[in-house]
Nanobody, 111 residues
Framework: QVQLVESGGALVQPGGSLRLSCAAS????????WAWYRQRQGERLELISN??RGVDSVKGRFTTSWDNVKNTLSLQMDNLNIDDTATYFC??????????WGQGTQVTVSS
């Protein structure tokens, strides 16, 4: 079993930054892939980025990183805009059909 708890969601102005965290516990060594997803209201889940085991970080529009010491997955988001308003979820996959999700954290971008 793996437990995932997100934090860091907040109300932020356009152009601002946020750092989301996902604290992981349990059978972390079994995780093959980490990921961040988001879901805008009324829309489907959207993959933001995934991070294979052994990779410390991946940079796209946002940066996803894994801290081995703190067992925490992070999502650094800069230059946020209104379209980034969504509930953000962390995800862990151990292969096959076994997947874990956090409870989600709300990010609202508004002036």
């Amino acid at each position: 079993q793996v437990q995932l708890v997100e934090s860091g969601g907040a109300l932020v102005q356009p152009g601002g930054s946020l750092r989301l965290s996902c604290a992981a516990s349990g059978s972390i060594s079994s995780i093959k892939t980490w990921a961040w997803y988001r879901q805008r209201q009324g829309e489907r889940l959207e993959l933001i980025s995934n991070l294979p085991r052994g990779v410390d970080s991946v940079k796209g529009r946002f940066t996803t990183s894994w801290d081995n010491v703190k067992n925490t997955l992070s999502l650094q988001m800069d230059n946020l805009n209104i379209d980034d308003t969504a509930t953000y979820f962390c995800y862990a996959d151990i292969g096959g059909s076994i997947r874990y999700w956090g409870q989600g954290t709300q990010v609202t971008v508004s002036s």
